[in-house]
Nanobody, 128 residues
């Protein structure tokens, strides 16, 4: 069983930065995709970013970003810690949401239906 735990959410002013972390534990397999999604009040869950993993590696892989965060957010992995990160810069009030980390054994994915394992979420609030 794969388990995910997010951390790093908080309150920042517009233009500021936050870094989210997601630690993966439990059973893992050879090929994975890790993704970040978010859900704002009254909105559907939306894709933010994902990074592919191959051959059981916790580093490298291809990345893809939603247009709304491209150029501002960066997804990355730490091989030693089995952790995926989301570095968020130039934050805007519309980035306010609960951010979820997700994982699946497939090599890549960009929709929530493609991910089998989910964290509990961490709140990010950006003030004007």
């Amino acid at each position: 069983q794969v388990q995910l735990q997010e951390s790093g959410g908080g309150l920042v002013q517009a233009g500021g930065s936050l870094s989210l972390s997601c630690t993966v534990s439990g059973r893992t397999f050879s090929d994975y995709v890790m993704g970040w999604f978010r859900q704002a009040p009254g909105k559907n869950r939306e894709f933010v970013a994902s990074i592919s993993w191959s051959g059981g590696s916790w580093s490298g892989g291809s990345t893809i970003y939603a247009d709304s965060v491209k150029g501002r957010f960066t997804i990355s992995r730490d091989n030693a810690k089995n952790t995926v990160y989301l570095q968020m810069n130039s934050l805007k009030p519309e980035d306010t949401a609960v951010y979820y980390c997700a994982a699946d054994r497939r090599r890549f994915g960009t929709t929530d239906s493609e991910f089998s394992f989910w964290g509990q979420g961490t709140q990010v609030t950006v003030s004007s």
